[in-house]
């Protein structure tokens, strides 16, 4: 077991994409590869290592739970090392939530495929099979987030009247995070999916916090009271300045101005709306550029935690951009099906976390 879950694993460190790469690579004919995996994990040396079909065949009978338990083991090493202290958030370990697109077909590859149609009732109509998964990773640093929940976005069976869903998948992830992590302290970043009464329920009974991105269509009385208290003069306000210079790029001037209502009352939760305006003048040209964001939070701000409240919102693309984007375009490519067999998917996803993890 030891020697086949670490050929895997080190097959992610080493970037190599198929199963049969792996094989081909690691198998090398003066068994020098067979001979470090087996140094490294304490065991005999032996010759070779184990084929890919070997490990698949695996894969199929492992259950879930045992490398999600070893996951769990690793970051728990990680927390209680109290190295990572600086990377909290108002005493709260922030956990990014979000989903992403894994593999698709063009036939129904198992019951549990999600499926959609697209160009309904075109000669060119296409109906396709995916595979999705919903993600938490805790921040360990600017550029350092790992791992420490995994929900697979699934149907129960192959024909269901509803198929499940990313708001779904959250209910059960956050039934796991809570239960391997009963005391950890939790402030959820997440995208303006999450901005839902059932979602604020969720937390408050987790005893989580949670900044989540807001647009005013997802819960349009809060962005009404919002404007109202606004135009009143009766929110909070703060501004700040400062200039930018680049050694190839031209000067830029840009404006943060962040402004706040607290205690706005939605379905027995007390919410804050923070919105953050950003105008870049840049050197030589006439017209401003102009952001706007919105966040939701339980959570208290002030006049001298709004601009860390509105840095530690944004963080909420590390997701996309430090995880799914490195996962699946630079490093461990996992939308490359290692294994047709669906648990076997499924143990090689969460691998490839605990590589991610190592590395």
Same mark, same amino acid.
């Given at each position: 077991?030891?020697?086949?879950?670490?050929?895997?694993?080190? /097959? #992610?460190?080493?970037?190599?994409?198929?199963?049969?790469?792996?094989?081909?690579?690691?198998?090398?004919?003066?068994?020098?590869?067979?001979? #470090?995996?087996?140094?490294?994990?304490?065991?005999?040396?032996?010759?070779?290592?184990?084929?890919?079909? @070997?490990?698949?065949?695996?894969?199929?009978?492992?259950?879930?739970?045992?490398?999600?338990?070893?996951? #769990?083991?690793?970051?728990?090493?990680?927390?209680?090392?109290?190295?990572?202290?600086?990377?909290?958030?108002?005493?709260?370990?922030?956990?990014?939530?979000?989903?992403?697109?894994?593999?698709?077909?063009?036939?129904?590859?198992?019951?549990?495929?999600?499926?959609? @149609?697209?160009?309904?009732?075109?000669?060119?109509?296409?109906?396709?099979?995916?595979?999705?998964?919903?993600?938490?990773?805790?921040?360990?640093?600017? /550029?350092?987030?790992?791992?420490?929940?995994?929900?697979?976005?699934?149907?129960?069976?192959?024909?269901?009247?509803?198929?499940?869903?990313?708001?779904?998948?959250? !209910?059960?992830?956050?039934?796991?995070?809570?239960?391997?992590?009963?005391?950890?302290?939790?402030?959820?970043?997440?995208?303006?999916?999450?901005?839902?009464?059932?979602?604020?329920?969720?937390?408050?009974?987790?005893?989580?916090?949670?900044?989540?991105?807001?647009?005013?269509?997802?819960?349009?009385?809060?962005?009404?009271?919002?404007?109202?208290?606004?135009?009143?003069?009766?929110?909070? /306000?703060?501004?700040?300045?400062?200039?930018? !210079?680049?050694?190839?790029?031209?000067?830029?001037?840009?404006?943060?101005?962040?402004?706040?209502?607290?205690?706005?009352?939605?379905?027995?939760?007390?919410?804050?709306?923070?919105?953050?305006? *950003?105008?870049?003048? !840049?050197?030589?040209? !006439?017209?401003?550029? *102009?952001?706007?964001?919105?966040?939701?939070?339980?959570?208290?701000?002030?006049?001298?935690?709004?601009?860390?409240?509105?840095?530690?919102?944004?963080?909420?693309?590390?997701?996309?951009?430090?995880?799914?984007?490195?996962?699946?375009?630079?490093?461990?490519?996992?939308?490359?099906?290692?294994?047709?067999?669906?648990?076997?998917?499924?143990?090689?996803?969460?691998?490839?976390?605990?590589?991610? *993890?190592?590395?």
């Amino acid at each position: 077991m030891q020697q086949m879950l670490g050929t895997i694993l080190m /097959k #992610n460190i080493c970037s190599i994409e198929s199963m049969q790469g792996m094989t081909n690579q690691f198998n090398d004919a003066e068994g020098i590869c067979a001979e #470090n995996l087996c140094k490294a994990l304490g065991l005999e040396p032996t010759e070779f290592l184990p084929h890919y079909v @070997t490990i698949n065949t695996l894969l199929k009978k492992l259950e879930l739970k045992e490398l999600e338990t070893l996951r #769990n083991r690793l970051v728990y090493d990680l927390l209680r090392s109290r190295r990572f202290e600086g990377a909290r958030f108002q005493k709260k370990w922030l956990v990014i939530v979000d989903a992403t697109g894994l593999f698709h077909f063009r036939e129904r590859h198992c019951e549990h495929c999600l499926k959609t @149609t697209k160009n309904k009732g075109k000669p060119e109509e296409a109906t396709y099979y995916y595979h999705h998964v919903l993600e938490a990773r805790i921040v360990l640093g600017e /550029k350092m987030q790992v791992s420490i929940g995994t929900e697979f976005i699934e149907n129960e069976k192959e024909d269901v009247e509803k198929q499940d869903c990313e708001t779904k998948a959250f !209910k059960r992830l956050a039934k796991k995070i809570k239960r391997a992590y009963p005391h950890l302290p939790i402030c959820i970043l997440a995208d303006s999916l999450y901005a839902s009464e059932p979602v604020f329920s969720l937390c408050r009974e987790n005893k989580w916090n949670y900044i989540i991105r807001y647009k005013e269509g997802s819960i349009p009385s809060i962005a009404e009271e919002y404007r109202a208290v606004m135009q009143m003069g009766e929110g909070e /306000k703060k501004e700040k300045e400062e200039e930018r !210079k680049y050694k190839r790029r031209k000067r830029e001037n840009i404006k943060y101005g962040m402004s706040w209502v607290s205690e706005l009352e939605y379905k027995g939760h007390s919410l804050t709306v923070m919105e953050l305006e *950003i105008e870049i003048e !840049k050197e030589g040209k !006439k017209e401003k550029e *102009i952001k706007r964001f919105q966040w939701l939070t339980n959570m208290r701000i002030t006049g001298k935690t709004a601009w860390e409240f509105a840095q530690t919102g944004r963080k909420r693309w590390k997701i996309e951009n430090d995880c799914f984007n490195v996962q699946k375009n630079i490093r461990y490519d996992i939308q490359h099906a290692n294994s047709l067999d669906y648990n076997g998917m499924k143990c090689h996803y969460i691998l490839t976390q605990i590589a991610d *993890i190592l590395m």
